[in-house]
């Protein structure tokens, strides 16, 4: 996965035993040459502030193409029987931050089952590391000056031996800002009558109103990609479509209605659909 | 030691464990022992990981579900059910104003048996005026014939909130032997429907967060056949059990239904005259009988399996829905990782255990038995 340092130690034995602590003089360098670090990615971006929380977990960035990453992930993926039919999965890429103090900083992870270990690299005061990693949870923890830390500002866990690890969920997605949702104000209403006269026949002379273009893309009329997939997979709704209501009348019969809505829950939608039937 | 194989489907298959002998499979291979503790340990993770995460986390980010309105016409939920593409669908009922029940694949095939059943008050024409309230009601008369011991009331909706611990969610299913559980929230003043929940779902969470760190569930490794798990055909000369249920493609349809209502049983694998995989038939199959009105103009008698699986084939073709591989096969040394992986896949419920090279059926492990086997 990567570009594995040649520099790298792969620790001895000490990797492998948890409670040994790591070896003095294992320590890989970190920092130092740029043109080792990540060879195939872009440059660090400069550090424009102090703050270490700059870099979220997860970076909306879009996939990069590294067919010859993607398979050597998992160590799942040996297997010999011929029914293979798992599909190798897109790389997310996210990076990996230590904003405390440290002359060298590692990480090694459950990404390979702790085989190898990575050097961050110095970035102003903090060290960070790009990962491209399929979706999923992973643990991992620092090597910090020949010592394994964690994070304390990202999830992290303890093992029943009592070790600390810190916790990635990579998701496929990046999850929504409630934040940014919940504090969203509809304007008001513009000025006007807002009675409900029975319309008359000047009315039905004009054309009628047109419906906000918009609306149109309602996640009603995809359809269903897999076949007995359920839930059926949409891409996330236009913030205008949701709490419309829209109606079809049945394909099949005239005495079938489907009345469809999406709503927010939380930070994610669903689309729900109720077949009804009309009496004649 | 010798492993045993514990008959693990569901109460209509005889309860026997199966012994089978140290040299079962005609190599000479040694099974490796599973160790208890490496089950424990699996098993207590497993349980700490589905206790402290919620249903929530089972919605994709955005997700479609189709309910019916319960006074719908069977015939026309039948029609729904096909065009869209899925197999069950949550009942709305507007005079209470609450969810109220599940149509399944399992009502269609009993309503199909009711109609070839000449006794039966159902016909056909009275299908397209019967509404699912009323079958559901008729059904109680049904079912109470099969297991003799039905209750008189009729079924609660088993449901879960958003918020549930999915261990929760999954003994649901399995103790209540239901294949989906909607997630409905009762924050406003209406139920809310947000997903339909199944053990598919729970095992990809599993899946996700375990697979990236293989050393924290020891048995992952393990093959399959040196764990009590799923249902094994008994070799000769060690049958304890009834016969595992296998049916070759020129068997009716009606033989096929028969065993999916009173064996309890989900799938029946189809297999040729020497025992060899060819297809699967499976309860959400009987959807495409839809198709041109297929049940109004067959007998359930005349109508092979074989017939029966091309038309599943030619609705797939109609819909332009991509079906995928119809059977999903493992060998019986992969790794329980790789079952897992692929009963995660949606619209998996079950894994055929075939012989490398000739396909010969050895076994099944389906979604419940390993569910079973991961809550202990």
């Keep these: 996965m990567g570009n594995v340092n040649g520099r790298d130690d792969g620790g001895g034995g000490s990797t492998a035993s948890i409670g040994n602590g790591p070896d003095g003089n294992s320590v890989v360098r970190g920092g130092g040459d740029d043109n080792d670090f990540m060879g195939h990615s872009p440059p660090p971006s400069p550090r424009v502030s102090g703050s270490p929380l700059m870099f979220t977990p997860q970076v909306p960035v879009a996939p990069l193409q590294r067919p010859d990453e993607m398979q050597s992930n998992n160590s799942w993926m040996h ?158 709704p236009q913030h205008v479509v949701i709490n419309h209501l829209y109606m079809q009348k049945g394909k099949s019969s005239d005495s079938v209605v489907a009345l469809g809505s999406t709503h927010r829950f939380l930070s994610k939608y669903v689309t729900v659909v109720l077949y009804k039937s009309i009496h004649q | 030691m010798i492993p045993r194989f514990p008959v693990s489907r569901t109460p209509g298959i005889s309860g026997d464990s199966m012994e089978i002998d140290g040299d079962p499979f005609h190599h000479a291979e040694a099974v490796p022992k599973i160790l208890d503790a490496d089950v424990e340990l699996s098993r207590h993770r497993i349980s700490v990981f589905l206790s402290t995460h919620t249903a929530y986390e089972l919605l994709p980010e955005s997700g479609k579900v189709v309910a019916l309105d319960v006074a719908l016409p069977v015939k026309q939920a039948f029609h729904i059910l096909y065009e869209q593409g899925i197999s069950v669908a949550p009942l709305w009922d507007h005079d209470v104003g609450r969810f109220v029940g599940i149509l399944s694949p399992l009502d269609f095939i009993l309503i199909l048996r009711e109609l070839g059943n000449h006794g039966s008050d159902l016909t056909e024409e009275e299908l397209e005026t019967h509404a699912i309230s009323a079958w559901k009601e008729g059904k109680l008369q049904l079912t109470r014939k099969f297991d003799g011991n039905g209750s008189l009331h009729p079924r609660r909706l ?217 809550l202990g």
């Excluded at chain 1, 060298?104 to 085989?115: L, Q, R, T």
């Excluded at chain 2, 296998?246 to 999916?260: E, K, Y």
Aim: glycine share 6%.
């Design chain 2, 158 to 374: 088993i449901d879960a909130g958003p918020h549930d611990s999915l261990k929760d969610v999954a003994l649901k299913l399995l103790q209540n032997k239901v294949a989906t559980v909607p997630i409905i929230t009762h924050d406003g003043s209406v139920p809310q429907l947000l997903h339909l929940a199944s053990l598919t779902g729970v095992l990809k969470c599993i899946c996700r967060h375990f697979k990236h760190s293989p050393a924290s569930l020891p048995i992952l490794q393990q093959p399959i056949c040196s764990i009590p798990l799923g249902t094994w055909v008994p070799k000769i000369g060690e049958s304890n059990g009834r016969p595992f249920a296998m049916l070759r493609p020129n068997a009716s349809l009606s033989d096929a239904l028969t065993l999916l209502v009173q064996a309890e049983v989900s799938a029946v694998p189809i297999v040729d005259d020497n025992d060899s995989l060819l297809d699967i038939y499976s309860r959400s199959d009987i959807t495409a009988l839809a198709k041109d009105r297929a049940y109004a103009q067959i007998h359930l008698n005349e109508l092979s399996i074989h017939q029966a699986l091309q038309l599943t084939q030619e609705a797939s073709a109609t819909y332009g829905f991509f079906n995928g591989q119809r059977c999903h096969m493992c060998l019986r040394s992969d790794p329980l990782h790789k079952v897992m992986d692929r009963l995660a896949i949606p619209g998996v419920r079950r894994l055929v255990i075939v012989e490398a090279g000739s396909k010969r059926v050895e076994g099944i492990i389906s979604l419940t038995d390993l569910f079973r086997f991961l």
């Design chain 1, 79 to 236: 297997n010999s029987s011929g029914y293979e039919d798992t599909v190798p999965e897109q790389g997310i890429p996210t990076m990996i931050t230590w904003s405390y103090d440290g002359k060298e900083v590692a990480v090694e992870g459950s990404w390979d089952n702790w085989k190898t270990r990575k050097p961050l690299q110095r970035s102003g005061k903090d060290f960070i590391i790009l990962k491209v990693l399929p979706s999923g949870v992973y643990q991992y923890r620092f090597v910090v000056d020949g010592q394994w830390r964690y994070s304390p500002d990202v999830q992290w866990t303890k093992d029943e031996a009592g070790n600390t690890f810190n916790i990635l969920d990579l998701q496929e997605y990046v999850p929504e800002d409630i934040g940014s949702i919940s504090g969203f104000e509809p304007p008001r209403s513009p000025d006007s009558s807002y009675n409900n006269l029975q319309l008359g026949s000047e009315d039905y002379a004009k054309e009628p109103p047109l419906v906000p273009p918009h609306l149109q893309m309602t996640l009603l009329n995809a359809p269903p990609l897999h076949h007995m997939e359920n839930p059926p997979i949409s891409s996330r």
